[in-house]
């Protein structure tokens, strides 16, 4: 987009007066206005965590506004036509799933393609061996076939141009053939069946005459075919393919009318040869035309067909040696020899009819897969997607829907065997697949159906009954904190979006980190021990700001990040720091979580272990802690896990009241637990309880407060001699929106 010399002029794209967002009780953006300029480019500049960020996803549509306005004046195209229409969420998804399920044989549409174009060579050289019976009687078709087929592969061995230029008197044969045939239908008296005349075949249905005629206007292709041989495909190709359906379609739709008019139906129905009848000069000019047309179809195919396995071979789908020489132009031999083989092969298939049903059927799936995929395309609204010839996506996907569709109507068990072959072609090379060189539809999809969902996600409100953990981990160094990790993974429990950040202190510029390749190596390592999880690496100027400004942009919508947690930390200082990041976190309603953790402690699946709430009452953290607790007992490794509810009580009142409320809490939230309480000595003290009765528990949930400003130090003291009596600890602080709220039911209060 080229800039304009003066903004001042030029019209205004997009206008924002007195913008603001509100999170809870934390102004996040305060009164902001701004213009934008139709072809100018606005930087919008701050230090972090100033609501850069907020305003891109309030213009994206990604976060509602709280106060004052954004006018667009010119459309902004940023969310494709999918996502901009109204429909029902289950006609949306069930529609997206459906596209998803067909869209997978995109990436093995070259095999069919040809598969389908060798055995037309088989096709057209049973045509044309039947038709040399009306001559020679005596010949087998078979063996006409196969001598027919071998000359083609020979003529096409001379090469496409030498081939090519073959077809020009055979074009003229054949336009010689159509006029003749006209003018003898217009010109000369209708044919009326007689006595004389015997039926030589008994007529079929409609379908089965589609699938043997089918083939017949499979030449539109051809130009696709044959790219690699064309000075320029990218225009010759959907004017030669537009051309070539024109005229197929005019001289397709002529013929029956013209045969219509020149004979009677039982003429048509029981005499094969009634061109030669019809058309002027009777057999001697049809027949040379009919047979040319035949040659020429069936050269055709043998030069194409080589050509998609050379393309195919170039992909690295198949062996790179079926590529042929690597100059331009070079002739794909070794194809050709493959393609003479299959074509041979496909003679034992027996007639005319039984190879023409077949390769209809790869044809139309070919056809149909390449009709979803441009729809595909359009919907997903990928910028790389910018064909010459444009065709509305309603149209692909009806077309796509429609081969599908013939496809069973011809023949439902063929057409399960022709889409189970190409699925399993894809699962063979989907490890294979060079996404780097064409893209990818599969990604342009997930993004259309990720923004799709955001913005329904977004329109919804969430609540407490739907809230769930979206963790933000962070570690110094993925290798050394697995265990960390693998807690995060737990909390979420495969129902939330867990995110590892690694952070760097210090200046981006000074700093030798390639942040890419070490987000690339994260991913690696998560990936080879099974954890799913996103890799992160951020650089920041500050400990405590960093966490912030990263734990304020990590996410979007409505699957933002609203938990962080931290590892414990090696000196009382670091603690302290995390500590401090409380009050703010709590402005943006995120939660904090400090994790003390063994790296040597395994837990495997059917293993008994014991998670230790230590219970401080609904409003302060023991929801959240309950919470984290049932979603570890999710996991494999913690199902048979078991919950202790633990609580200290001063006096006996209290510890009734206690109980009390737990047992109508726990049946009513439905998470297995045992609830015991503990009266307090006045010669025990808090701590030492703690220790003694958890000592052995795998895993210990407590409570964390806010420290006053001024008193984080000592409050990290207290934290670090609680912890130090624990295996694994996380001290849990709720900053949701739902404090006391997550696993409250109504009846208790």
């Known amino acids: 987009m080229p800039a304009v010399s003066n903004p001042a002029l030029a019209p205004t794209l997009l206008e924002a007066r007195g913008l603001t967002k509100n999170y809870g009780s934390f102004r ?25 960020t907020t305003i891109l996803r309030m213009i994206g549509g990604f976060e509602s506004i709280t106060a004052g306005s954004l006018v667009v004046a010119t459309p902004l195209f940023l969310l494709n036509f999918a996502l901009q229409q109204d429909w029902p969420d289950t006609i949306a998804t069930t529609t997206a799933l459906s596209i998803v399920y067909l869209a997978i044989l995109g990436s093995a549409i070259g095999f069919p393609l040809y598969v389908s174009q060798a055995l037309s060579v088989t096709l057209y050289a049973f045509g044309l061996a039947e038709s ?74 409609f379908w089965v005459v589609f699938a043997v005629f089918f083939p ?43 045969l219509s008019v020149s004979a009677d139906v039982a003429s048509l129905n029981n005499d094969p040869l009634i061109w030669t009848r019809i058309a002027l000069f009777g057999p001697w000019l049809v027949l040379p035309g009919l047979w040319g047309a035949i040659f020429s179809s069936a050269v055709g195919s043998m030069l194409a067909a080589p050509r998609t396995l050379q393309a195919l071979a170039k992909d690295r789908l198949v ?28 003679v034992f298939l027996g007639d005319l009819n039984t190879v023409a049903t077949v390769a209809t059927m790869f044809f139309l799936s070919v056809y149909g897969t390449v009709n979803l995929v441009s729809a595909l395309e359009y919907l997903s609204g990928n910028p790389s997607w910018r ?182 930390p090696d000196d009382l200082s670091r603690l302290v720091r995390f500590l401090r990041v409380i009050p703010p976190l709590k402005h943006l309603n995120q939660s904090l979580i400090i994790g003390k953790t063994n790296p040597l402690a395994t837990f495997r699946e059917g293993q008994i272990q014991q998670i230790d709430v230590w219970w401080g009452g609904l409003k302060r953290n023991g929801d959240l802690m309950l919470l984290l607790a049932y979603l570890l007992t999710r996991n494999p490794e913690w199902r048979h896990a078991r919950i202790r509810i633990m ?85 849990v602080h709720n900053g949701s929106l739902f404090l006391g709220d997550l696993v409250t039911p109504e009846q208790v209060e």
């Open 28 to 52: 996040a953006v305060h009164g902001v206005d701004f213009d934008i300029p139709d072809n100018c480019f606005v930087t919008i500049l701050g230090p972090s965590g100033c609501g850069k």
């Open 647 to 731: 609580s200290i009580a001063s006096n006996e009142l209290m510890k009734g009241q206690t109980e009390r409320f737990l047992a109508q809490l726990i049946p009513e939230i439905r998470i297995d637990a045992n609830v015991e309480m503990i009266l307090k000595d006045e010669a025990d003290s808090v701590v030492d309880i703690m220790h003694r009765e958890s000592a052995t528990a795998d895993v210990v949930l407590l409570g964390l407060a806010t420290p006053k400003q001024g008193d984080e130090e000592a409050y990290a003291e207290r934290l670090a001699e609680l912890a130090a009596g624990f295996q694994n600890c996380f001290f």
């Open 216 to 258: 017949a206007v499979t030449g539109i292709m051809a130009g696709l075919s044959m790219s690699g041989d064309l000075a320029d495909p990218r225009h010759s190709i959907p004017r030669g393919s537009v051309a070539a359906t024109l005229v197929g379609l005019v001289v397709y739709l002529a013929v029956p009318v013209l």
């Open 387 to 568: 064909p010459t010839l444009n065709i509305h996506w309603a149209l692909s996907l009806l077309g796509g829907v429609g081969c599908f569709g013939v496809m069973l109507l011809i023949h439902w068990p063929a057409t399960v065997f022709a889409v189970t072959v190409e699925l399993a072609i894809w699962l063979f090379l989907k490890s294979r697949v060079r996404k780097d060189a064409w893209g990818d539809v599969w990604r342009d999809l997930y993004e259309a159906l990720i923004c799709w969902t955001l913005v329904k996600l977004n329109r919804r409100p969430m609540t407490a009954r739907n809230w769930r953990p979206h963790l933000l981990v962070f570690v110094s160094n993925v290798e050394k904190r697995l265990d960390l990790v693998r807690f995060g993974v737990w909390f979420a429990e495969n129902r939330g979006v867990v995110s590892i950040c690694e952070l760097y202190q210090g200046d981006i510029l000074e700093l030798d980190v390639d942040v890419v390749a070490r987000e690339q190596e994260i991913n690696a390592v998560l990936k080879s021990h099974g954890i799913v999880a996103f890799g992160d690496v951020n650089i920041v100027q500050d400990l405590e700001r960093g966490v912030l400004a990263v734990a304020q942009s990590n996410g979007i919508a409505g699957m933002a990040s609203n938990t962080v947690l931290v590892g414990w």
């Open 132 to 205: 040399l019976k009306f001559v020679w009687p005596a010949v087998p078709v078979s063996f006409a076939a196969s001598v027919i087929i071998i000359a083609v592969a020979m003529l096409s061995f001379r090469g496409a141009s030498f081939a090519l230029r073959t077809q020009l008197p055979v074009m003229a044969l054949i336009a010689l053939s159509l006029l003749a045939f006209a003018s003898g239908a217009v010109t000369g008296p209708a044919i009326q069946s007689s006595s004389d005349i015997a039926a030589t075949f008994t007529p079929a249905g």
């Open 319 to 346: 062996p790179h040696r079926l590529a042929g020489p690597a100059e331009s132009g070079a002739e794909p031999k070794l194809g050709m020899i493959i393609t003479l083989v299959l074509s041979l092969a496909a």
